[in-house]
Structures are given as C-alpha cells and as structure tokens.
C-alpha cells in the first residue's frame, strides 16, 4: 500500500514541472491571441474597413493553423517536443516584428502577415502541448489538466486585451470624430501616428519570445506516449486507419465550430460593444469579462472533474448554456446583451478540455495524426468570425435601406449576427450526447 501511495506521489512530482512549463506556453499563446479583441476595432480604424474585413484579424492567426498542423506534427517527430516549441516562439518573433513595416506602411496585408506568422508558430506550440497534457497522466483527469492550462491561457489574453485595449484605443473615439471633418492630408497623419502605436508593444514581445524560446530549449519534459490501441486475441489491432474512428472526425468538427463561438465571444464584444453606443474607454474592458468568466469556469472544472461529473457531462452543460446564452443575447438590449456575450465565456470554458480527452481516447498510434487533425480544426476561428462580420455588413445595409439610421442599423444588425452562434453549438450538443462514442467499443 505505502508502494503505491509513494508511485502516484513521485508521477506527480514527475509531472509538476512540465505542467507549470506547459502552462506557460498557454499564457503566451494566451496573451497573443486574444488581443486580436482589440486590434479588430483598431485595425478597422486606420485601414478604414468594413466589419467583414476587419474580421481578417482573426481569418490570418488561425487559418495558419490549417496550413501548419500537419507539418507541424512532422517537425515535431522530427526534432522533438523541446526544439519543436522552442522553434514556434522564435517563428512568432519574427511575426511579430513584421508589426513594425506594416505600421510603417499603414498596410493591412502587411499586418495580416505578421499576425498569419505568429499563427504559424502557435501552431507548433500547440500541436506539441495539448496532446502531451492530454496524455502527461490518466485520461479520466486529462480535462482537469486542460482546464489548469486554459486558466493560464485566459488569464494571459485577460492582461493582453487590457494592455493593448490600453495602448491601441485610447482616444478612438476623438480621432474617429476628427477624421469626419479634416483634410485627406490631416487624415492620412492622424492615422500614421495611430498606426505607430503598435511598434514599441510588438518589439518588446519579440525580445520576449526570443528569452523564451532560448530558455525552452533546456526546459525539463519527460517523454510521454499515448496508450496503445486496443488488440484482438490474435495480438492484431482493431483498427487500421485513422477514418476508422468516426467519434474522431465528429470531434474534429465540434473543436472546428466552438473555436469559431470562442472566438467570436472573445473577439467581437469590444465592437459589439462600440456598435451599440458604448464608447471605447469602457467597451476595451468588454473582452476581459468574458475571457474572465471562462477562468472562473474553469477553476470550477478542475474542482469537479473527475471527482464530481465526467468530461462528457461538462460537454453537455456546456452546449446547453451556449443556447441559452445566446437566446439571451438576441432577445435582450444594450448592456445586458453584451453581459450574456460575455457569459458565453462559461458555455465555452470546458468545451476545450472535454472534447480534446475524448476525442483522443482509444486511438493510440494514431494520436498525433488526430492531435494535427485537432489543431486543424483551430481553423474555425478564421471562418466563423467573418461569417458574423459579413451578415453583420449584409444586414446593416438591408436596415440603412429600409431608412433606419446608420447607429441604429449598426447595433441592430451586430445583435442578430449572434445567431450565427445557434448551429454551432447544436453541434457541440451532439458530440456531448452521442457522437463521442460512436465507433467505440462499449466498456
């Protein structure tokens, strides 16, 4: 018994360190991601854009992660978890120096560059951590372990949003005001010296992820490898390809559409918030709520999970507040309607650390062909949001042409846009009742 006791005592001394160095590289993938909440607004105001375009923030960081994840799978088998994660921080440095031309140039393919590029190395980052937390201790824990990195994650993008909510729209407002009544030449100054904002906050998170990417380099992470499928009599497996798991490909659509409402509920409250009157002083702080109670969602997580309520019950919850929620959203006004955005943070917060466990279990060899496959499905977030922005634009223009005025139609059309919400979390709901365990043997 004293055995036993002394074994898990030393797996989980053994697996300490590599959690908090895990859930570091959430904090920094974190951070980045989620201050795209405020370069969306800041962007669409010195590019002089449309809801829809500025929406292209979002398309370029994760559309890089269909691009990367299977060559990302390949350099890690190649060169290994710690080189492989050391190499993303340094790909998103160069990223983020690319700030400095495209504000230069005031460009905004130049900055959807820098910010695709930094996707291209958080897609490194992340096709290497989640699969290794997943499988770093028992399966039937691996949501609580998700959900320590998720804390890390949102706590991150919390302090980012507010950093660059700080930086990049303070005194929006004014300048949008000026811009109305200046001349082409005043106009083309002001938003040069709004676009040299961005410079001093990205080369300063360039220096940042160099240190980190040369300090990883030595970072302490055991080798971890997935349980092996499972074998008939005969000693022969009982599944030869990876389209042999249909509860995996299910799993890969449900990540692909609740990456496309996190990010939506993250990433266009800050607008949502300016569409409705609100001014940007107050709406910059309108991400970190949300991002907020998803850390508070998540805490809970790792206090019930497993002990209280499996993974697949925190999906079902999860999928019926994101209906109510967004219900909620629709039929409600003013700031009570931005509260509900921000509550979607709670339907979303468990979505993550429930699907990637369960989708993963009983795959065995082909867990990192189906951790690439995963990371893939990080792609939602470059669809869906610009799916919202366009039938925001579309409706906006069918209300100007009934002769509503251009503010009213704005907040009108960004309310109604949130039904996008609705079939992506009927999505979810599936997976959570029955598409988890289709394909699977029973016990």
Known sequence: MSNTVSSTTNAKNNSFVPILIIAGLFFIFGFVTWINGALIPFMKTINELTTAQSYLVASASYISFVVMALPASYIL?????????????????????????????????????????????????????????????????????????????????????????AILLSGIDEIKDKLSIVSDDEKS???????????????????????????????????????????????????????????????VLTLFVYVGVEVIAGDTIIAYGISLGFPAADAKFFTTYTLLAMVATYALGIFLIPKYINQAFALKASAILGIVFT??????????????????????????????????????????????????????????????????????????????????????????????LLPCYLIILYYAFAGHKLGLKKG
Request: proline share 5%; charged share 10%.
């Open 327 to 420: 219900f909620g959203i629709v039929f409600s006004s003013g700031y009570v309607s931005i509260l509900f955005v921000a509550l979607l943070g709670i339907a979303n917060a468990l979505v993550w650390p429930a699907v990637w466990p369960l989708t993963l279990k009983g795959l065995g060899k082909f867990t990192k062909t189906a951790s690439a496959l995963l990371i893939m499905a990080i792609s939602g977030g470059a669809i869906i949001p610009p799916l919202y922005g366009r039938f925001v634009d579309g409706t906006k223009a069918d209300l100007i042409a009934k002769g509503i005025n251009e503010a009213s139609a704005s907040a009108q059309a960004a309310t109604t846009g949130y039904w996008i």
């Open 77 to 165: 088998t190649k060169i290994g978890y710690r080189k492989g994660m050391s190499l993303g921080l340094f790909v998103m440095a160069i990223g983020a120096l690319l700030f400095i031309p495209a504000a230069e140039a005031r460009t905004y393919w130049v900055f959807l560059a820098g910010i695709f590029i930094q996707g291209l190395g958080m897609t490194l980052l992340q096709t290497a951590s989640n699969p290794y937390i997943t499988i770093l201790g028992p399966i039937e824990s691996a949501a609580k372990r998700i959900a320590i990195m998720g804390i890390s994650n949102k706590v991150a993008g919390a302090l980012g949003s507010l950093i660059f909510g």
């Open 189 to 251: 100054q002001l938003l040069d010296v709004m676009a040299d904002s961005v410079v001093i906050p990205y080369v300063v998170m360039a220096v940042m992820l160099v240190v980190l990417g040369i300090l990883i380099r030595r970072a302490p992470l055991p080798h971890v490898e997935a349980e092996p499928i499972e074998e008939t009599k005969e000693g022969k497996t009982t599944k030869t390809s990876i389209f042999q798991f249909p509860h995996l490909w299910l799993g």
